[in-house]
C-alpha cells in the first residue's frame, strides 16, 4: 500500500484500485483519500467515487460539492437522485427528472434505472417500463430484476411470464441470489418456459444459500424441502436435518414450521413430538403453526392430548388461511356428513393451493358433469400431481366422449 504521503507518485489508474480496495474492505477515511487525490487530478471516475463515498457516509452536503465539480453523465445521474430522495437539496422531483433525463440521454445506463423508479412514483408505469428496459438492455441487474417484476405483474406493458422467467435467469446468472432462488423455484416446477430439472434447481439454492445474503434463509428451507421430495430422500436425512436446522437459525419461519413436521410424522427421523411441539410453538401465530398444534393436541396417547385445544386451533387456523387446517375441517365436516361445510373448506383449501383438496373439488365438479370447473381444479393440481394429471386426461377422454356419441 502506498503511504499517503508519496501519493502524488501513484498512477490514477492505481489510486482508484486502491481506494476500491480500501471501499471493499469497508475503509471509507482511506478510500476518501485515494479518490480525492483521483478527482483532484480530474479523474471523472475519482470525482464519482469520491461523492459515492460521501454519500454512503450521508454527508450529502460533500457528496454534492463533488459531483457538482464536474459535468458528466454519471453526476448528474447522482445529482438527480439527490433531487428525488431530497438528499444535500430540496426535494424536487421535476429537477430530477430533468438530470435523469440528460444523463440517460448521454449514456447512462444507471440513469434509466433511477429514473424508471421516479416515473413510478408518478405513475407514469409506461414510462417507468421504457426506461427500465433500457437499463436492462445494458445487462445493469437491478433493472433486470426490476423488469422481471413489471413483466410478472404487467405494469407499463403486457403481463407476459414467459419474459418474467427469462429475465430471472438473466439475473441469477449475473449473480443475484434473490433471483437465484427464484430460478431454482421454476426449474423446480417447471414454469414458463423453464423446463422442469430437478438438479438445475438444485444448483441454483446451492449457489444461493453460499451467497451470505438475506435470501440464504429461504433458499436453504427450499433446497432442504426440494432434496426430502426426492426419491432418495432418506438418504439425504441428514444433510435436509442441517439445512433446516442452519434456516431456522437464521429465523426462517418455513423451516422452522417443516422441521417441526418431520420430527411430528416421524419422516426419516425418530418421532419426536417434544422438538415438534417446541418448534411449532416459536411460530405458534402462525396459521401452519397452529395447525401442527392442533394436530399434536388430538394425538391421544401423547401428554398433549387436549381436543377442546385441538378443535380451537384447529378452526382458527382454518380461519386464517391454512391449507391443511382447512382441508383437515373439510375432512371432518364430510365424514359428518356436512356437505355444505365441507365444500367450503374444500374449496379454501384447493384455492390456497392445497393438492388434495383440488383433486377433491375437481372429482366433485366431475360427478355433477360441471366439466368446467372439473378442468379448472385438475388442471391446477396436475402442475405438482402426476395423479391429477391422469384424472385431468381421463377427464379429457370422457368430454370427448360426451361431445361426440
Known amino acids: 500500500m502506498a503511504s499517503l504521503g508519496s501519493l502524488a507518485e501513484v498512477s490514477v489508474e492505481d489510486l482508484l484500485r486502491l481506494g476500491n480496495e480500501a471501499k471493499d474492505n469497508g475503509d ?44 458528466t453523465a454519471e453526476t448528474k445521474n447522482l445529482r438527480g437522485v439527490c433531487y428525488f430522495y431530497g438528499q444535500g437539496y430540496a426535494q424536487d422531483t421535476d429537477k430530477a ?30 414510462k417507468e417500463f421504457e426506461h427500465c428496459y433500457q437499463a436492462a438492455e445494458d445487462d445493469y441487474t437491478n433493472a433486470i430484476i426490476r423488469l422481471a417484476s413489471l413483466y410478472q405483474k404487467g405494469r407499463g406493458t403486457d403481463k407476459n411470464m414467459y419474459l418474467y422467467a427469462t429475465c430471472v435467469k438473466k439475473a441469477a446468472e449475473a449473480g443475484s441470489p434473490d433471483m437465484q432462488v427464484e430460478l431454482a423455484n421454476l426449474y423446480s416446477q417447471g414454469l414458463y418456459g423453464i423446463p422442469k430439472d430437478i ?8 449457489s444461493a444459500v453460499n451467497s451470505g445474503t438475506s435470501c440464504t434463509s429461504t433458499a436453504m428451507n427450499n433446497l432442504a424441502a426440494l432434496l426430502h421430495a426426492s426419491p432418495n430422500a432418506s438418504e439425504q436425512i441428514s444433510q435436509i436435518i442441517s439445512l433446516y436446522e442452519k434456516a431456522v437459525d437464521l429465523g426462517s419461519v418455513e423451516a422452522t414450521i417443516n422441521l417441526a413436521h418431520i420430527y411430528e410424522t416421524a419422516d426419516g427421523v425418530p418421532k419426536d413430538l417434544d422438538k415438534a411441539f417446541e418448534l411449532y410453538n416459536r411460530q405458534a401465530s402462525h396459521p401452519d403453526a397452529m395447525a401442527g398444534l392442533a394436530r399434536i393436541h388430538s394425538t391421544a396417547d401423547s401428554k398433549y392430548f387436549d381436543s377442546a385445544k385441538a378443535e380451537t386451533l384447529l378452526q382458527e387456523a382454518a380461519n386464517k388461511g391454512s391449507k391443511n387446517a382447512q382441508s383437515t375441517l373439510a375432512s371432518q365436516f364430510e365424514l359428518g356428513s356436512n356437505e355444505g361445510k365441507a365444500v367450503e373448506w ?25 366439466y368446467a370447473s372439473a378442468y379448472k381444479w385438475y388442471g391446477l393440481a396436475a402442475q405438482k400431481s402426476t395423479t391429477a394429471r391422469d384424472l385431468l386426461n381421463q377427464l379429457s377422454i370422457l368430454v370427448e366422449r360426451e361431445l361426440f356419441v
Open 28 to 71: 471509507n477515511d482511506l478510500a476518501l483519500q485515494y479518490y480525492h487525490e483521483a478527482s483532484a487530478r480530474g479523474s471523472p471516475d475519482g470525482v464519482v467515487a469520491k461523492g459515492v463515498i460521501h454519500y454512503r457516509l450521508k454527508q450529502f452536503d460533500e457528496a454534492i460539492k463533488s459531483w457538482e465539480a464536474m459535468d
Open 97 to 126: 427528472e430533468k438530470l435523469l433525463l440528460e444523463a440517460a440521454e448521454a449514456g447512462s445506463t444507471s440513469a434509466h434505472y433511477n429514473i424508471s423508479i421516479l416515473y413510478n412514483s408518478k405513475k407514469d408505469y409506461k
Open 199 to 206: 438438479d438445475q434447481a438444485e444448483h441454483w439454492y446451492r
Open 346 to 370: 374444500y374449496s379454501a383449501a384447493a384455492q390456497a393451493g392445497d393438492i388434495q383438496a383440488q383433486i377433491k373439488m375437481g372429482n366433485r365438479a366431475k360427478a355433477d358433469k360441471d
